[in-house]
C-alpha cells in the first residue's frame, strides 16, 4: 500500500484539529447557548455589514446553492464533472444533516419568549416523539451550516485557489444562523463537525480516484 503524500497528511491533520476543535467547543458552549444566542441577536451591527451577513445565507440556502453550482456547471464546461461531483457532496450534506434534525427534537432560540428563560437543558426533546412537520423543534443540527461548509469543501476541491473566500462566506453564512436565531452556537459547531468528517471523507476518495485514473494512463503507455 503507498504510504500517504505530505499534502494529503497535512490536509487529514487539519480536519482531526478542526474536528476535535468543533467537538469539543460544542460541549463547552452548550450550557451558556442561550445567553450566547440573546448576546449575538443583540448586537447593533451597521447596516451594510449586517444586510452582507443576511444576504450569505444565499450560500447556505438549497435554493442559492443550486443557482450557484447550476450557473458554474453551465458556464465553465472544463470543471464540469468536478462541479457535478461537488453538487453531490452538498446534496449529500443537506440530506444528512435534514434527517439528523427531523430525529433530535430541540426548540429554536427565536422560539424562547417566555420568562424567565429556560435553561439550555430544557431546550431538547425527546428523540422521535415530535412533529416531523414543527420547523420550530428543528434547531440540531443546522442544515443551513452544513449545507455552507459542504459549498465550500466543494467549491475548494474545483476552484483551490478561492479556498479562503469560500470558508470566509461559509463563516458569515453560519453567523448568520446565530444572528436569525434560527440555531445555537453548539448546533452550529456540531454541523461543522459532521461536515468535516464527510468532506474529508469525500476528498479522500477523489484523491484516490485521481491516482487510479493516472496510474492506469501511465500504465496505458508502456
Known sequence: MKSIDRSTKRSLISAVLILAACLILSV???PWDIELS?????????GDLRKLISLMELFAHGLGCVLILGTLIWVDEH???KLWLASGFVLLCGILSNAAKYLIPRRRPYTLDEAPLPSSWET??????????DETLRSFPSGHTATAVAMAIGLSYVYPR???MFFFMALLASFQRLMS?????????????????LGTAW???RQ???RIHRSSIEAGQE
Open 124 to 133: 431538547w426533546g425527546t428523540p422521535f416523539t415530535e412533529s416531523w412537520f
Open 208 to 210: 484516490r480516484e485521481t
Open 162 to 164: 478561492g479556498r479562503y
Open 79 to 81: 470543471n464540469r464533472r
Open 181 to 197: 436565531g434560527a440555531h445555537y452556537l453548539s448546533d452550529i459547531l456540531a454541523s461543522v463537525a459532521m461536515t468535516v468528517v
Open 203 to 205: 476528498l479522500l476518495l
Open 28 to 30: 463547552v458552549v452548550l
Open 38 to 46: 440573546e448576546g449575538v441577536r443583540g448586537l447593533r451591527l451597521p
